[in-house]
């Protein structure tokens, strides 16, 4: 009774913070949720959205008397544990009590717990196992926005589990979807059922932004020295206030930081840049008070993730870089392109957070007419292997019938079965197979758990390191790398002391590993060898967990005697997980075997990168994509000797790449004709 007491309502919590519009607002949301049995909430960033709607989805739970759990999820770890530590204090409850949360390998809901914060994928991973997803009674998904291929994966299955509880008589699970901006009438009809209705919208507290645009469109190349030249004048018209730059990629950073300092009395000013390449330290600096007016040059990062306070002006070059995957080639683009009117308005809204402000756009008012509303979602520009596989996993055996909220291309489907049949994930009919449960089990993407399951194998002798490179492979590039030229000489040269075998990067990983376990996980090892101590804490992570699901089946790494690394096992499993990425050197240089359209370059952080190979060596990437400019690029790559390569590709498909695109249509033509007969 006494801890009871502690304890506060959702009532008494949101009293507390009502000073936020969702809080303000409760009663009519209240009576929304009570109406319809689904539905949109649109609000502004910072309405209290995320904070607000779990103690008010928990009142309505008991007040209709539902059973289970409400499940909020969010698209980013670091999201979905911060926002549980804030709803646990608002509540007055420890986390992991009746607040919890759900990320990748941490569980921290108990019994006890009436809201879980979780991440999308977790959610995914729930209704694998449990089809009716009986846990909960209702789900929020936030940040809609995003359109994560989790997302709208997520959202489609809420609908076959809502079909699947409606034949056994159990109350449907109550779909929210939550976003700052979105597109209302699709979801609202989609999660609605046909009926676009039920949707709520909030406004928030905003001060008014004041929008400027070009007379005449730029080039791709004038926009660093327009955004220079935009500075100049804000500080010469005496306006106060920080200011935010957004710029495509890091490239278009350099570009616009040299322009400032050439045309830009910077007495005065701090440049500073943000992007994904930078260690959080230096992602950090942006938060720290400055003596001097701030000038951050940033990309799409400022635009969703991050809140800065004190900018006044933003000015928006209105581009952004995103992927596209193409299934004719297998490989993922990063291509530039005129951002959503969604997206250039959330960067508005980056200024006029704290006082009214002013955005500069780099271009002109008549683009918008040609603009996309929105983003083209994931699941139209990604490849599909995941995806599929998770729907295999649930039993979906029409792919191209599922109700998605925006339907997948056909070929992208096609390229991820093709590949799932490769690394032995579905059989010929398109079934899963053992192997593919196995995938699914691991919670790591396809090839990286392809390559576990080849080494779990008594006599790979290579389980361990093999272990340890797909948890490097699973994350972002471990290696920082700073973007003045001098700086990134020394720390190359740091870097080079990794990179002992000329023949494998991934070598380079497993001594970055070593390192890094004998300086006992010391984060100012990590910061002195320019290492993203943020990565190696994720790889240890993502290594035990993997050590822990190949445990629970059994098999342990450290039965097995490794008297030393044993290079050519690892090459070996590693070029089974990535057999759809094994390069070939020809007259006009490396291919792709199964697609000789463009000219691979290895990048030039590959210790391959200085090699002379002969026509006819073949090397694997376990990253290949084309660049903005068209160029493509394989890095982590390793040299790939002969006879494995026997093993690997069949006999006809090894010299003449004529033969092998005969081979790759015959085997998808059985393929068809074998669904077909089912
Ligand atoms: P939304 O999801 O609509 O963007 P949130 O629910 O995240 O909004 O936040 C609503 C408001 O709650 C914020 O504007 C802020 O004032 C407050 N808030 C949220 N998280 C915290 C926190 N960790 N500490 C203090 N205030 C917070
Ligand atoms: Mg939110």
Not at 320 to 336: E, S, Y
Not at 381 to 400: H, P, T
Not at 433 to 455: N, Q, Y
Request: include cysteine; charged fraction near 25%.
């Amino acid at each position: 009774m006494e801890t009871y007491s502690r304890k506060r309502t959702p009532e008494m919590a949101l009293a507390l913070v009502d000073y936020i519009p969702v809080a303000n607002l409760r009663g009519e949301i209240r009576q929304e949720l009570r109406e319809h049995p689904n539905f949109v909430l649109i609000g502004e960033t910072g309405s209290g959205k995320t904070t607000c709607l779990g103690p008010l989805l928990i009142e309505l739970r008991d007040e209709l008397k539902l059973k289970g759990k409400v499940g909020i999820t969010q698209p980013r770890r670091i999201a979905t544990t911060s926002v549980s530590d804030r709803v646990s204090d608002m509540m007055d409850s420890d986390v992991g009590g009746r607040i919890g949360y759900h990320v990748r390998y941490d569980d921290n809901t108990s019994s006890e717990t009436d809201l879980t914060f979780m991440t999308d994928g977790i959610l995914l991973k729930k209704i694998q196992y449990d089809p009716l997803l009986e846990e909960f009674a209702i789900i929020m998904i936030d940040e809609a926005h995003e359109r994560s291929l989790n997302i709208d994966l997520c959202l489609g299955l809420l609908k076959l589990v809502n079909e699947s509880r409606a034949r056994l008589g159990i109350n449907p699970i109550r779909i929210i979807v939550s976003s700052a901006t979105i597109d209302r009438n699709l979801f609202a009809d989609y999660i609605g059922y046909g009926d676009k209705t039920n949707s709520v919208e909030i406004q928030g507290q905003m001060f008014p932004v004041k929008v400027f645009y070009e007379k005449e469109e730029l080039q791709i190349s004038d926009y660093p020295m327009a955004a220079a030249k935009k500075i100049e004048q804000i500080l010469n018209s005496g306006s106060q206030g920080d200011i935010l730059i957004f710029m495509p990629g890091k490239k278009e950073i350099d570009q616009t930081t040299e322009s400032i300092l050439n045309e830009v009395d910077c007495s005065d000013i701090e440049i500073l840049q943000l992007h994904s390449e930078l260690s959080p330290e230096e992602q950090n600096k942006i938060f720290l008070p400055s003596q001097k007016r701030k000038i951050i040059v940033s990309t799409n990062i400022a635009e969703t993730s991050v809140t800065i306070d004190g900018i006044i002006h933003v000015i928006d070059s209105g581009l952004v870089k995103q992927i596209q995957f193409d299934p004719r080639t297998g490989i993922d683009q990063l291509v530039l392109v005129e951002h959503a009117i969604s997206g250039i308005s959330q960067r508005m809204g980056r200024a006029g957070r704290t006082a009214p402000g002013f955005c500069h756009r780099l271009f002109t008012e008549k683009s918008l007419s040609r603009r996309q509303e929105f983003q083209t979602p994931e699941i139209q520009r990604s490849n599909l292997s995941q995806v599929i596989l998770a729907m295999k996993k649930v039993g979906i055996e029409d792919i191209e019938s599922f109700d998605f909220i925006q339907q997948p291309d056909r070929e992208s489907i096609d390229h991820a079965i093709d590949l799932l049949t490769k690394l032995g994930a579905l059989d010929e009919h398109g079934d899963i197979t053992e192997i593919g449960e196995f995938m699914v089990e691991l919670s790591i993407e396809p090839k990286l758990a392809r390559m576990i399951i080849e080494a779990s194998d008594p006599s790979s002798n290579c389980l361990n390191e093999i272990c340890i490179l797909a948890s490097f492979l699973d994350g972002k590039n471990v290696f920082v790398r700073p973007s003045d030229p001098f700086l990134a000489n020394i720390v190359d040269n740091i870097h080079a002391r990794f990179k002992t075998n000329k023949e494998s990067d991934f070598l380079t990983y497993l001594n970055v590993w070593q390192g890094y376990v004998q300086s006992g996980y010391s984060e100012s090892w990590a910061q002195a060898n320019y290492l993203n101590e943020k990565v190696l804490e994720e790889a240890v992570r993502v290594r035990e967990e993997l050590l822990n699901v190949l445990s629970l089946k059994g098999i342990s790494i450290d039965s097995r005697a490794r008297p030393k690394m044993n290079v050519d096992a690892i090459g070996r499993v590693l070029a089974v997980g990535m057999i759809d990425s094994i390069l070939r050197n020809t007259k006009s240089g490396f291919k792709k075997i199964d697609n000789t359209k463009s000219e691979i370059f290895i990048h030039p952080s590959s210790v391959l990168g200085r090699v002379n190979f002969r026509e006819g060596d073949y090397i694997l990437s376990a990253d290949i994509f084309m660049d903005a400019y068209g160029k493509t690029h394989a890095s982590s790559c390793m040299y790939l000797k002969q006879e494995w390569i026997r093993d690997l590709i069949p006999q006809s498909n090894r010299y003449s790449e004529k033969s092998h695109k005969h081979a790759h249509k015959k085997s998808r033509n059985i393929y068809r004709n074998s669904r077909k007969r089912r």
